[in-house]
């Protein structure tokens, strides 16, 4: 016991002891798979999910970090063959220079290829790129039995692992498309939005004529300015729209502040989220066509804050993602005025429209609307407005994020995820007794 | 699994018809789905707890466990946990002990030792056991500011609180990093049924309102917690006050 750890999502709140263990190659993660003990065994990446998927308390946890070689990479077609524990940083870093890619990238480099594919990431491309599973051409499984499998996506077991949440067993490789890019950059329309209509109205109407697009909805501005935002748009920039002496492929995102590994009591207050998000909407321009921007700058601007989750002070923050389908749309307005009316503080309040679900039976994505917010647990009473959101979510016939998720009710979970039998049918074939077991599978039920 | 925002799915009370102990299941079982494990002495008041609980909608399950039988708790414990993960226990049964009988018959005393520390240490180091191997868990302990210094009135329940609260904050210690989280709980004088026949302390409180400060407390990962709060205040100052003094004080 002695070689346990504590582990806890990226928002800190449930930290639980397992042994880790750290693998560098498919067996050994076939052999501890054969070891498990009664408390079973999980995979984790670079725990960039934000609650309880990627830790297992009294069990086993994979560190899947050290499985990160890269097998074969097609400079012409762009198929690279990786190893699960390669993070995303480090394929960029290979590939962007051949003008490759990556084909859907969350908000921050550092995740794992394998926890890309067990929670199906979306980006801000989702309208018209779908999840990150539509774009991995074959993986690698091992399974409860131990033995290696190689899956396409004409397995039923390709799809309850796209989305799976590690619980069908530990993928070992991705055989990945990339994207074929002219430039590192992206070229971004800006606008602000006088409020949540406005914000939705442009994106219904615009969305189509870009590859990347999201809000950022500024939560404590009330009245008339309820769910006001600014809209940021674009695309990969073409050779032609940089100037010739730039280094169109050029890739080397800064890493700069650093938070302190524990801040006393959290900087981020009521007042002064109010204050960045005036700042942050104010400095936003009213409109601005056409603006070139570095790929770290806009798709992870958080990474250049070392260990930011550390504002939130010692009792860390939870993450609430939504998404309701299109004619569930109201609850999206609904739950803005909520969480506007309840003055909770959410710093990074993003909506973004997706497009279709993918096969994938765990699979968040659903073709509407998606809201993430974060939120510092400190909050009074914010308990009992997540659980008011949960309400109007499954009214909406929606689901949230299990990537993001430490708090959702048990209850809840079949009625968000209806294809819940249909994955397990799968999951129990191949793993009857749950040799994959997580904090979030013992509590959800999973 | 406790929830980020600190709601367990699982209680195990551990004194089932501790007025303080189904405090706190009550106020957990008011915000959410819980399976509530009773330990505790056969009885009506039991039966009655588990019936309330159940008609409120928890799953509740009643495991018999007299503490002063310390050879049965190894069972008990593995019973409690058999169900499923334990996300937090109380630990609430106690007796207060009339102290004048208590001089005079040994029995009585012992009785008190017995059931207040004896059984305390056995069972809170069977269920820190568990919760270590299941790798999270919560463990409140009821102490007693009366732990904190003796007092003429009731030296023997004092020092059985005192050599409880001892053990409950080593404990908490022992298990830094390992997921196990303990908290020491100090209520004053708490008006109800332990209580009843007595006059009310001054800044007397009630099991309502230490369920609320417990939740708190387990909410924000502190290791001890006073109710009322300003008791922390108050028996700090009256910890250093000179003995002759102190024994004179109407407490
Ligand atoms: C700043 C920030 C922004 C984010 N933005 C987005 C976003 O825009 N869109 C989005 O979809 N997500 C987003 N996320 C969430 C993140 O992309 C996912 O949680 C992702 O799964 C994290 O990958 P990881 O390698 O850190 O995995 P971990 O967090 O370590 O694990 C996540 C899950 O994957 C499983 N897993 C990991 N590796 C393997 C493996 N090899 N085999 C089987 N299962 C495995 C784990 O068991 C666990 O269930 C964001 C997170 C952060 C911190
Ligand atoms: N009330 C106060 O003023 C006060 C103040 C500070 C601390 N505390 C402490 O808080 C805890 C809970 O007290 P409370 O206020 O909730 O009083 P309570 O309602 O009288 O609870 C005491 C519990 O202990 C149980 N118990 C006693 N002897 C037992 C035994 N041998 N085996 C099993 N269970 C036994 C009782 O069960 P039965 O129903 O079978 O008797 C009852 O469930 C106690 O540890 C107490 O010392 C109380």
Known sequence: MSDRRLLAGWGRTSPTSARLLPVGTAEDVSLAVQAAGPRGLVARGLGRSYGDAAQDAGGVVLDMTTLCRVHSFDHETGVVEADAGLSLHALMGMSLHEGWFVPVTPGTRFVTLGGAVAADIHGKNHHVDGSFGQHVLELSLVTADGGERRLSPADDLFWATVGGMGLTGVVTRVRLQLRAVETSRVTVDTERAADLDDVMDRMVRGDADYTYSVAWVDLLARGRATGRGVLTRGRHSRRDELPASADPLSFAPRASLRVPPIVPGGLLRRSTVAAFNEVWFRKAPRAARGQVQGLAGFFHPLDGVAGWNNVYGPRGFVQYQLVVPEKGVDAVRTAVTLLSAARTPSFLTVLKRFGPGNRGPLSFPMAGWTLALDLPTGVPGLAAVLDRLDELVLAAGGRVYLAKDARLPREHLPAMYPRLPEWRAVRDRVDPHHVFTSDLSRRLSL | ?251
């Open chain 2, 1 to 251: 699994m406790m929830s980020s925002l600190g709601q367990p799915q699982s209680v195990l009370l551990l004194g089932g018809s501790s007025e303080i102990g189904l405090a706190i299941v009550d106020r957990y079982l008011a915000a959410g789905a819980l399976r509530v494990v009773l330990a505790g002495r056969p009885s009506d008041r039991l039966t009655a707890a588990a019936e309330r609980l159940a008609t409120a909608g928890a799953t509740v399950e009643v495991l018999p466990f007299d503490a002063t039988e310390l050879r049965s708790h190894g069972e008990l414990v593995t019973r409690a946990f058999a169900g499923g993960d334990i996300d937090v226990a109380v630990l609430a049964f106690g007796v207060l002990g009339d102290q004048a009988t208590a001089e005079r018959e040994l029995a009585l005393a012992m009785e008190v030792v017995q059931t207040n520390y004896a059984a305390a240490v056995s069972v809170g180091l069977l269920v820190s056991q568990a919760m270590r191997a299941q790798g999270h868990g919560a463990l409140v302990v009821l102490s007693s500011v009366a732990g904190e210094r003796p007092r003429r009135s009731n030296f023997l329940y004092g020092s059985t609180k005192a050599g409880l609260d001892a053990f409950a904050t080593g404990l908490g210690d022992s298990l830094l990093g390992s997921g196990v989280h303990v908290l020491v709980v100090r209520p004053g004088f708490v008006r109800g049924r332990m209580t009843e026949h007595l006059e009310p302390a001054p800044l007397s409180t009630t099991p309502e309102a230490v369920a609320v400060a417990v939740l708190a407390a387990l909410r924000s990962q502190k290791q001890t917690v006073w109710v009322p709060g300003s008791l922390r205040f108050v028996m700090s100052a009256l910890r250093h006050l000179p003995r002759p003094l102190f024994r004179r004080l109407p407490l």
